[in-house]
């Protein structure tokens, strides 16, 4: 059998299984599995066989063909990728069906392409012998194909896109199939449910298919204590990134296939807060509806309820300046942290105003606390105290070469840091644990009051009371030295809490806060995410999780289960 012919009858025994899949029963989620295996099976092999040598076969002997081959070569990218995530869905689920269908058409059109376009050009060029030595060469091989579709060369081709540049992995979208997002419910009842797609709203919005996406802190803060601010059906997370699928006209910077990371808050690049470095209070995002700063993805009616990136797909406004092109070739987890807990660690640090060799009390060690006492040491801080009581934080940041303290260990915290500072406090703090501080049962108590009452009682309490744990801030008060800085970089919610303003202006001490400007210190932060990895960011997670396992995984770090300290969802 000449190569043609082989590649044709590959063809219609691929054809013959989409039918018998077409034919069969809704609810037979055993048989379409069986149906889909073979599937990938043939495709995989006839994919490898094409690949390895009927493609530079092709390529050689009919030089016209070059560009038809890249064409099938970047097909053959987007069916496998679409092939291994096939073989991980549940044929239950609902887009089981509606994802074959994708995959059928996808392949349908290669075929007829192949087929009608540029197979006869190679017929024409090549002999008949040489057509079928190079036929019983490609059978051959067949039993050499690797089971795993990503093992094929295609699926780690990098291409060059028309506009310019490179893009490789993950670069489709399952077009007519609705995506999965984590969507939040209620108190501690966060859900994986099916919604709908995004889509490009304004010239300046970009879509990207989301590869990797944080659970951050105060993601916790709305699964517990800003519920009032929240609506069933908000999709969480703020710290994603991704794949550049599409972009509005006015979005020049990127191109489709570009990998990005997508900060936080949500930016212009040219009003006056932008212009002086406070991305994080952009006038252009402003929600001016709640006096608040610029919005942010995933973060309550507060911050704009701008779904988040918790998802398969995510729409990015502003995207002209906000999205952070990463190069190919490294896992995400050397990227993903500059969306928050990069920047946040490295603001807090900035504004802590450590001198040369100076000393720092880091409260809190969860991911910003211990990202904040790795960029301490970093910048060159002579002494550096984490302070938290979760055994594996603890061992996480003592590893790095961090003094700790255990909690549960310490009967007086202020004389105990007082006594490892020469017995006047830290040159600075960072309190890295913000409203969900242990220690105060009354403000506990106001929590869980602001939890149970109607919505909008809970939003009236929560702007104008103060329902504030604040013992990690009154502790940052009392253990900094006399002149010394405070940085406050945990999350505070109450509008009237309590503060000792007569120690704070007796101590003369500094204090400074607010949500991180993530573009400030991004071009700070790059030069080091190398192979070196000065910070730690390629082992920084504790866990990489499904996204269809993210309800156990807010719980899980929510209750310091399990060493989970940072959590990657992988949709």
């Known amino acids: 059998m000449d190569a043609i012919v082989l590649l044709k009858e590959d063809h219609?025994?691929?054809?013959?299984?989409?039918?018998?899949?077409?034919?069969?029963?809704?609810?037979?989620?055993?048989?379409?599995?069986a149906i889909v295996d073979q599937v990938i099976k043939e495709l995989t092999t006839h994919a490898y066989i094409e690949e390895q040598i009927f493609y530079p076969t092709a390529r050689q002997a009919v030089p016209e063909t070059e560009e038809h081959v890249l064409e099938?070569?970047?097909?053959?990218?987007?069916?496998?990728?679409?092939?291994?995530?096939?073989?991980?869905?549940?044929?239950?689920?609902?887009?089981?069906?509606?994802?074959?269908?994708?995959?059928?058409?996808?392949?349908?059109?290669?075929?007829?392409?192949?087929?009608?376009?540029?197979?006869?050009?190679?017929?024409?060029?090549?002999?008949?012998?040489?057509?079928?030595?190079?036929?019983?060469?490609?059978?051959?091989?067949?039993?050499?194909?690797?089971?795993?579709?990503?093992?094929?060369?295609?699926?780690?081709?990098?291409f060059t896109s028309p506009a310019g540049g490179n893009w490789s992995g993950h670069r489709y979208r399952w077009v007519g199939v609705r995506m999965k997002a984590v969507v939040w419910h209620g108190k501690r009842d966060v859900r994986v449910e099916t919604?709908?797609?995004?889509?490009?709203?304004?010239?300046?919005?970009?879509?990207?298919?989301?590869?990797?996406?944080?659970?951050?802190?105060?993601?916790?803060?709305l699964y517990e204590v800003l519920t009032p601010f929240m609506e069933k059906g908000d999709i969480l997370g703020h710290e994603p990134m991704g794949v550049v699928l599409e972009t509005g006209p006015a979005v020049t910077n990127l191109k489709p296939g570009d990998r990005v990371v997508v900060p936080f808050n949500i930016s212009c690049g040219?009003?006056?807060?932008?212009d002086q470095g406070l991305?994080?209070?952009?006038?252009?995002?402003?929600?001016?509806?709640?006096?608040?700063?610029?919005?942010?993805?995933?973060?309550?009616?507060?911050?704009?309820?701008?779904?988040?990136?918790?998802?398969?797909?995510?729409?990015?406004p502003q995207a002209q300046y906000g999205p952070i092109?990463?190069?190919?070739?490294?896992?995400?987890?050397?990227?993903?942290?500059?969306?928050?807990?990069?920047?946040?660690?490295?603001?807090?640090?900035?504004?802590?105003?450590?001198?040369?060799?100076?000393?720092?009390v880091v409260l809190g060690l969860g991911p910003i606390g211990d990202m904040s006492a790795r960029v301490a040491l970093h910048q060159g801080a002579g002494q550096v105290i984490g302070v938290d009581l979760v055994p594996e934080r603890l061992a996480r940041a003592a590893r790095r070469g961090v003094d700790t303290i255990n909690l549960d260990e310490c009967d007086d915290l202020v004389t105990e840091i007082r006594d490892r500072t020469g017995g006047r406090g830290p040159d600075s703090v960072i309190d890295a644990v913000g409203m969900e501080a242990h220690g105060s049962p009354v403000a506990k108590f106001a929590h869980q009051v602001t939890g149970m009452m109607p919505?909008?009682?809970?939003?009236?309490?929560?702007?104008?009371?103060?329902?504030?744990?604040?013992?990690?801030?009154?502790?940052?008060?009392?253990?900094?030295r006399r002149g010394g800085t405070i940085s406050l970089v945990g999350v505070y919610g109450g509008m009237a809490d309590p503060m000792p303003m007569l120690t704070m202006f007796d101590k003369q001490i500094q204090l400074r806060m607010g949500q991180a400007n993530v573009r400030r210190w991004t071009?700070?932060?790059?030069?080091?995410?190398?192979?070196?990895?000065?910070?730690?960011?390629?082992?920084?997670?504790?866990?990489?999780?499904?996204?269809?396992?993210?309800?156990?995984?807010y719980e899980d770090f929510q209750q310091k289960k399990g060493g989970t300290v940072k959590v990657l969802l992988q949709p």
């Open 72 to 158: 099938s070569v970047e097909e053959h990218h987007v069916v496998v990728w679409m092939l291994s995530e096939l073989a991980n869905t549940d044929p239950a689920d609902e887009r089981f069906d509606a994802k074959m269908s994708v995959l059928m058409e996808n392949v349908r059109h290669h075929v007829k392409e192949e087929e009608d376009e540029w197979f006869p050009q190679v017929r024409k060029a090549m002999g008949r012998k040489d057509l079928q030595e190079l036929g019983e060469k490609m059978e051959a091989a067949k039993p050499e194909a690797p089971a795993d579709p990503l093992a094929l060369t295609s699926a780690r081709h990098v």
């Open 270 to 274: 040219h009003c006056p807060m932008c």
């Open 12 to 33: 219609k025994v691929v054809e013959k299984l989409f039918k018998q899949f077409e034919k069969a029963g809704e609810d037979d989620h055993k048989g379409k599995k």
């Open 325 to 360: 092109v990463v190069p190919e070739g490294p896992p995400d987890d050397r990227f993903v942290l500059l969306s928050d807990v990069l920047p946040t660690a490295w603001q807090a640090v900035n504004y802590a105003d450590i001198p040369p060799g100076g000393s720092v």
């Open 455 to 480: 919505d909008p009682v809970a939003e009236w309490m929560m702007q104008h009371a103060g329902v504030d744990r604040l013992t990690a801030l009154h502790c940052a008060i009392e253990i900094v």
């Open 279 to 316: 991305q994080s209070q952009c006038e252009t995002t402003q929600v001016r509806e709640h006096g608040t700063g610029a919005a942010l993805f995933g973060y309550t009616k507060l911050y704009g309820q701008v779904p988040g990136g918790q998802a398969e797909y995510l729409r990015v």
């Open 523 to 553: 071009d700070e932060i790059i030069p080091l995410l190398t192979d070196d990895d000065p910070l730690g960011v390629d082992t920084f997670a504790s866990h990489h999780v499904p996204l269809s396992q993210a309800p156990q995984a």
């Open 195 to 221: 919604v709908d797609d995004p889509k490009i709203v304004e010239p300046t919005d970009a879509l990207i298919k989301v590869t990797s996406s944080g659970i951050c802190g105060s993601d916790l803060h």
